[in-house]
């Protein structure tokens, strides 16, 4: 994944120290200052057996072995952020993972969220989560969905999986068990940031959790594949946003520069304008004083004149 701008942006509400959950290879940047520690649900070795895909790719060396769903290991209102970049798509308890991760942040703690969106990843073909289904899911557990999960993951999106196309993985009802089996971390959720937004008013509904809405980031299809948010922690009413970004303060200073280009140019026309005025000035000056000793400098004189006072200004 690039880094992207709108990532950038997002990340300077990043402050203090806190957790990203599910880093992997693929660690958010964040603003220097700035202390993350990360959790995963499997040890580096063992993300490497889950992932082969990603060979000897670097991964973020792991802090805390830790569920999403179960972030036991970090006391409540302890952490300044939770990153959780392309993480709440796998959880298969989503309203569980979002209650316990507003458990560990402090009031005011941001919660930044990336989730891909369906319309250009390999979830193209699956129809959104209904909010229901997750409510459902966080009333009476996963066991009963699981296996419907993990049917259609197969059936649906391995299919448009470019490395496992590559690879030539076979479809079928015994890849179901084999990928179930190894609790293979699929997407079990599929939103757009509409349907999102369902799931965090269910969470507050249903959860008690308290978020509200910070920043939004729309996906842009091309540039990119994913849409971010950007909440805080049990706070009514917008927070102060962060200071500008090294790319805000750019889009600024060009701004500022062209408005100046701007007053330079308006500064020069009213200068050429009040040398014509003061020329034409001293022309009917002279012209004055010949037409007082010459008749027919007077009919001359009030001709020019007229002629001066008709002219627009360039
Ligand atoms: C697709 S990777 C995302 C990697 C990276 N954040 C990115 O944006 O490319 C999902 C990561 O979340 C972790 N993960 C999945 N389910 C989890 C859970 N329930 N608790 C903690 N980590 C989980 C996986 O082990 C993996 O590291």
Redesign the pocket.
């Known amino acids: 994944?690039k880094i992207t701008e709108k990532r950038h942006r997002a990340a300077r509400w990043l402050t203090g120290a806190g957790i990203?959950?599910?880093?992997?290879?693929?660690?958010?940047p964040v603003p220097a200052q700035v202390s993350v520690r990360y959790?995963?649900?499997?040890s580096v070795d063992e993300?490497r057996r889950?992932y082969p895909e990603l060979g000897d790719e670097p991964m973020v060396p792991i802090d805390l072995i830790?569920?999403?769903?179960n972030l036991s290991v970090l006391a409540d209102d302890t952490q300044d952020f939770v990153i959780a970049?392309?993480?709440l798509e796998?959880?298969e308890n989503p309203l569980r993972?979002l209650q316990e991760m507003v458990r560990v942040l402090r009031p005011g703690g941001i919660l930044y969220v990336?989730l891909p969106d369906p319309r250009v990843t390999f979830d193209r073909s699956r129809d959104q989560t209904p909010t229901d289904h997750v409510i459902a899911e966080y009333r009476h557990g996963t066991e009963a969905t699981r296996e419907a999960h993990y049917a259609e993951w197969v059936e649906r999106a391995e299919p448009l999986v470019e490395w496992m196309v590559a690879a030539g993985v076979a479809i079928g009802p015994q890849r179901v068990t084999e990928q179930m089996a190894r609790s293979y971390?699929i997407h079990f959720h599929v939103w757009r940031p509409e349907t999102f937004l369902e799931v965090i008013a269910a969470a507050r509904e249903e959860a008690g959790v308290s978020l509200e809405l910070q920043e939004f980031s729309a996906c842009r299809p091309g540039e990119d594949d994913e849409y971010i948010f950007i909440f805080a922690k049990g706070r009514n009413g917008l927070l102060v946003p962060p200071p500008p970004g090294p790319d805000q303060v750019a889009t600024l200073s060009e701004q500022l520069r062209r408005q100046e280009t701007d007053a330079a140019a308006t500064i020069a026309a009213l200068e050429r304008e009040l040398e014509r005025v003061s020329r034409d000035t001293a022309i009917l000056r002279s012209l004055r004083r010949v037409a007082g000793r010459v008749p027919f400098g007077m009919v001359l004189a009030r001709w020019v004149s007229r002629s001066l006072l008709r002219r627009q200004p360039t």
């Open positions: 994944m990203e959950i599910g880093a992997l290879h693929n660690p958010l959790v995963d649900r499997l993300l889950h830790g569920d999403a769903e970049n392309h993480l796998h959880l993972g990336a971390s």
